[in-house]
């Protein structure tokens, strides 16, 4: 005769499934969240790495915006420099010289846009 009664090893071998069942669901469970932790972790990387990129391309823009401050300002004080030795022409005819000052505005302007070198301003002054 077996000591342990038939009923208490079935009601045993069916804790011992259950808990299987159940370490098994907690295992899958872990491996899920092994792989979310995974995804989480390449798109933090990839946020990290267009982050960087968006902070160059803004440094970048910082320093052309202020040496396009600086150009601007330049271009400024050549228009005064043109037009305080003389009055304007009684027609609002532009001066020659302040026109090729922003011709050289406007192709510095154009090459920019294209990606090009900035071309320095011109210090051509006087009539043509």
Known sequence: M???PIGWCLAGAGAAALLGAWGG????DWRRDSADLAKLQAAVAQVEKETGRLKAAGDKLEESRAIERSASTVR???IREIYR???AA???ALDPAA????DDAIATANRRAAGE???AV???RGPP
């Open 85 to 87: 030795d003389r009055p």
């Open 2 to 4: 077996n000591p342990i």
């Open 25 to 28: 669901y907690a295992v899958c």
């Open 99 to 102: 026109g090729r000052v922003l």
């Open 122 to 124: 011109s210090a051509r």
């Open 90 to 92: 009684a027609d609002c």
């Open 76 to 78: 400024e004080s050549t």
């Open 117 to 119: 070198p900035d071309g």
